[in-house]
Structures are given as C-alpha cells and as structure tokens.
C-alpha cells in the first residue's frame, strides 16, 4: 500500500460535476486538488467518444460504460431497466446524447420551496447557468457569451424537422425562440454540446485546458473504496489503480461527485446511510441518514416510430459501405452525418391542464433507431422520444454487500402510481396527435411501434411496460435541504453530521428537472465551486422574467402548504406595499419577483 499523500480536497469522480469542480478550485494555486476517476482516460483519437453521430457505440461496451441494470421492476413485468453510466474521464458526458437542457425555471423555485432551499431558486440559479457556457446562438439576459461550455443550436434543416414544427403548430402548441431562455414551453431546434464538429464533454470543456497546473492531479483507473473516518470526520479515501494497487491519500476535504448510484453507494459502505440498514450488512455507523439512497428519481421514456416513404432520413448512412466516406468527413473536416447528434430538435408540452409547467418533452429523430443502434425493418423512418418529465415514483439505491466494486441494488419503481400511469396514456395520445398532422402527410408510412395493436388505455400501459427505456437521468438519492430526509446542506453542499465531506452531482437534487440534466448537473456544480472555496456567490438575477402558464395554477399537489407562498409570488403585486401579504413581502425584500405570463 502506498504512503499516503494530502490534498486540501480530494474529487472522487471524474465526471461532469468532478471536471467542473476540479477546474475552479484548482484556479486557487495556493490549494492543492486531487481528481479520482475510476474509468479510462478520453483519449483524443477515440472516435467513439468524441464523434457525435458514435454515441451508441460506447453504450454497452465494457470500455466505456458500468452497464448497470435495476432491480426487477415490479410494475413493468419483473423486467430489469438497462442503466448505461460513464466509464471514462467525463463521465456520463463522454457518452451521453449531447442534448444541452437546462429545464424550466419553476424546476428551480419548486427547489426553493422546500426546507433551507432558498437560495436555490431561478434567480439564484441563472447566474451560474450563464456563467458555465457560451450559447454560440447569441447571448443575452437568459444565455451566457464567455464560459466554458459552448454550444451549438441544432440546424434542424432536415424536410423532416420542417414537418415535425409545422405539426406541433397544427396540433395546437406553439414554437418558442429557445427553450433554455425565457420560455421553455413549445418547441424550437435544441442546444447541444458539440463544437467545431466534436463532442464537447465536461472534461474537454473544464478538465483539459488546465491539466498542466502543476496543483492538480487527475489520477484515472482509480477507483475509491471507502472513505477513511476519525469519528464523524472524514479525513482521506482508499482506493484502487490499475485494478490491484492499493492507495490511501488524506484530504482536508472530500468531495463525491459519483452520480446518483455511486455516491450514496459510497456514503453506505462508509457507514453513511440509514443505521438499520447499515449494521444489517456489519457497517459501523458514522452517521444515521436515511435519506441516503432513497428519493430516488429519473425519466423513463419511450420511442413512437414511423416509416416513412420518402428516402429523407439518414437510414441509409448506417449501411456499412458509407462508414468509410463519414469516418473521413469527420476526421478530416469535421463535418458530415458523424458531426451531428441528430437529437437537432423538440420541444415541451403540458400534457394536461392541470400541471402548472410542461410535464412532457419530445426529442424528434430523423431516423428510427434505438440507442444501441438497432433499427426496425423499415429502412427510412423517423421517431419522437417521450416520458413523463417529473413523475411522482421513487426508488431506492441500496448495498447488497459491502464489497465496494460491486454494483448497489437499483430500484426505480415505475409506473407504480396512478399518476404516473395517467400521464404516460396523456403522453402517447398527445404524441400520435403530432405525428398524424397533416404536415406529415407527405411523409408518412404509418406508424411502425408501437402500432396499431395498441390502443385502449391498458394496451398503452402494457406496452410501455413492455418497451420503456430510461432517459438516462438518476437523480436525487443525497438531496439537499434541511428537513429529517435530507443529506446535503444547500448552504455548503456538506453532508449532514459529518466533517469534511461534500457531494456534489446530480444526487443531490431534491426533484429531477423536466429535461436532459446534464445542465443542472453542471450549474450545480459550479455554484457549489464557490461554495466550497468561500467565493462570494454570484448575485441573483432578480429582473429576468421567465414564461408561466396560468397564474393561478398550484405548484404542488393540492393541499400542500407551499402552495400559499407560492400563489403569494404568483399574486400581482399591490401599488401599496404596507398592503402586500407576509409572503409577497419576504419574497420582494429577497429580489423573488418575477414576471407572471398567463
């Protein structure tokens, strides 16, 4: 075993939020960073990592991907949910579909609406969302000019984009300029993160431009074991490199940025999580937290696919004879089928009146595929990827042994509620509407999945069951707040009861957002940059108004308190402020008004 080193703060994960962190603590050349990645380095001349159009290659392999699987899903026939996770230096960013969301601003003040979660609403959020990137579109009030992460708009050129956004305003939905600005709610080409024709991961964007700062150390093939304690102190990791060599390094601070199943699967093994269960497997107690590893949430989604008589679709570039003509492009120029992810476009719907922000989004693909590349018979086809976008189940991450390479107990639970089932019927009745417009007439050879066989309200349900897949969105099993469920501090990202431990990734949300999260991943993680180094915070940006559908709608279920403070915000303001409400005035003295569009 190794002598063992100390940094100020030890990163374990490599991912999108470790990259970003290790990128803005290390800018401090007075403390020392070390980043722990337990995949492969993302080696430059990967073409299945940094080529867009590749992205269903890495999904499945060994390489690139932890392949995880769920638990047999109870309300989906016992059948487990294929979990494909980042096996590299950028995590699940190096493989992912590159679709840049940042979701809706009410994501955000339903954030702010839980117990110690106020500085997290919109207004605090967007500074750091503009901060990260540079939207080659255009800056302005919603959208950055000068960060890291820059992304390009999806040309959505192809006759088929033109019919899909002709359809949606058929069938009664409107188009917006971009859904990451002022107003989410329609549909409009999408973001993504690709530059210049390559992938741009977090690691490119963050980790690789400041590699050689001679206070940072990335160590890849390193996987933690367990965090070294002294009481309720955490004071360094063990782990592992090159799969046998055995390593401890003591740290000031330890920051997990493993994602949704890796990090509370870490707290466990360390005696961080829910006492019963911890001593049930012989792990010693450090903390009693039970919400480490419950709350557990994602998007499920499903394909509606049709064939189509026209040869407009990029079908025929799957045929092996053409790999040759786009690996050159690509390599090359930059250029061609392999320089796009294809995801160019879609939009966000509310699939009833009663949800107060859009609860379903499309991505439209000018192809039928899936995401391991397998296509139906029908060679030209194109398809529409739904689910619902903040479903009421909830799942477990839990140990099923203490050896720390093997992979936790998954449990998702979906389609375990009345309402998530409702919506999914909304959903594909909603989708079918779109797609059997009249702008699609030119184009269409009938719906090839799921068909014609499936039509009443529990054919729908069988067949989602049957054929769903995730969107690849774990999150919330660490969540911040300070309620008895909580784990993470919102002020400090540390964790509750315990010294010098943080987490940072998409665990620690408290409710997924309603798209890709790849983006909220990454504002979080800058936020909890400045957090952790003692930065003053970026101001809120308190003018910047946002699209709300339906002033007097709730944003949480009926009966839950919250709502009175909510419809308070919603409320226009009196010309008297003496004759404001208690909540109207605490949200006015803490810059919390916002512009109310019905």
């Known amino acids: 075993m190794s002598e063992s080193t100390r940094y100020d703060y030890v990163i374990v994960g490599g991912g999108s939020a470790g990259s970003a962190l290790a990128n803005r603590l290390s800018a401090d050349e007075s403390t020392s960073v070390l980043l722990l990645e337990a995949g492969r380095s993302d080696f430059r001349i990967d073409p299945f990592i940094h080529m ?55 994501d955000y003040e339903r954030w702010a609406a839980d117990q110690g979660m106020s500085e997290w609403d919109y207004a605090h959020c967007l500074p750091y969302f503009k901060r990260m990137e540079t939207c080659l579109a255009g800056a302005d009030a919603w959208r950055g000019g000068s960060g890291p992460l820059k992304l390009e708009r999806g040309p959505a050129t192809s006759p088929l984009f033109g019919a899909f956004f002709e359809a949606v305003q058929q069938a009664g939905y409107p188009l917006t300029d971009d859904v990451n600005g002022y107003r989410q709610e329609g549909f409009a080409p999408f973001d993504r993160n690709v530059y210049r024709g390559r992938r741009l991961s977090a690691a490119r964007a963050y980790l690789h431009p400041v590699m050689s700062r001679k206070n940072l150390k990335v160590e890849t093939l390193a996987q933690v074991t367990g965090l070294r304690t002294q009481g309720t102190r955490v004071t360094g990791v063990d782990y592992v490199r090159f799969g046998k060599q055995q390593h401890t390094v003591s740290a000031g601070e330890v920051i997990l940025c493993g994602g949704a199943f890796n990090s509370p699967q870490l707290l466990q093994l360390s005696g961080i999580g829910a006492a019963d269960d911890l001593r049930a497997l012989g792990i010693d107690v450090v903390a009693d937290l039970p919400g480490v590893g419950a709350n557990l949430q994602d998007h499920l989604e499903v394909y509606i696919q049709h064939a189509c008589t026209q040869p407009v679709s990029i079908a025929p570039y ?49 192809i039928a595929i899936r995401y391991d590349g397998s296509k ?127 987490v940072v990734d998409a665990s620690v949300f408290p409710y997924v957002t309603n798209g890709n999260i790849y983006a909220p991943v990454m504002m979080v993680a800058e936020k909890a940059a400045d957090l952790i180094a003692g930065n003053t915070p970026l101001p809120p940006l308190t003018e910047v108004p946002f699209y709300r559908h339906g002033a007097g709608m709730p944003l949480f279920p009926p009966g839950d308190p919250r709502n009175d403070a909510w419809d308070a915000l919603a409320d226009p303001p009196s010309a008297a402020g003496a004759t404001l409400s208690p909540a109207r005035l605490r949200a006015r003295d803490a810059g919390l008004d916002r512009d109310v569009t019905a």
């Open 52 to 106: 867009p159009a590749a992205l269903p290659f890495p999904i499945g392999s060994r390489f690139y991907d932890w392949k995880y699987e769920s638990e047999p899903e109870p309300f989906m026939g016992g059948r487990r949910v294929y979990h494909a996770r980042g096996k590299v230096l950028g995590g699940s960013s190096s493989i992912n579909g590159m679709i840049f969301q940042r979701g809706n601003p009410l």
């Open 318 to 366: 799957l045929a092996h004879k053409y790999k040759p003509m786009i690996g050159a492009q690509w390599l090359f120029g930059r250029t061609g089928v392999g320089s796009s992810n294809h995801f160019e476009g879609g939009g966000f719907i509310r699939s009833n009146d009663e949800v107060p922000y859009p609860n379903e989004m499309f991505h439209f693909l000018p």
């Open 376 to 502: 139906p018979a029908s060679e030209h086809g194109y398809q529409v990827h739904i689910g619902p976008m903040y479903s009421d189940c909830r799942g477990t991450v839990k140990l099923k042994s203490r050896d720390p390479l093997a992979h936790p107990a998954v449990q998702f639970n979906y389609l375990s509620t009345e309402n998530d089932r409702r919506e999914w019927i909304e959903m594909i009745r909603a989708a079918r509407n779109i797609l059997e417009q009249p702008a699609f007439a030119a184009f269409s050879g009938g719906e090839i999945s799921p068909g014609s066989a499936v039509e009443t309200d529990q054919e729908i349900l069988d067949w989602v069951a049957k054929d769903a897949e995730t969107a690849l969105h774990p999150s919330c099993t660490a969540k911040m707040g300070t309620d008895e469920t909580s784990v993470v501090d919102p002020a400090s990202m540390k964790v509750h009861g315990v010294e010098g431990l943080r």
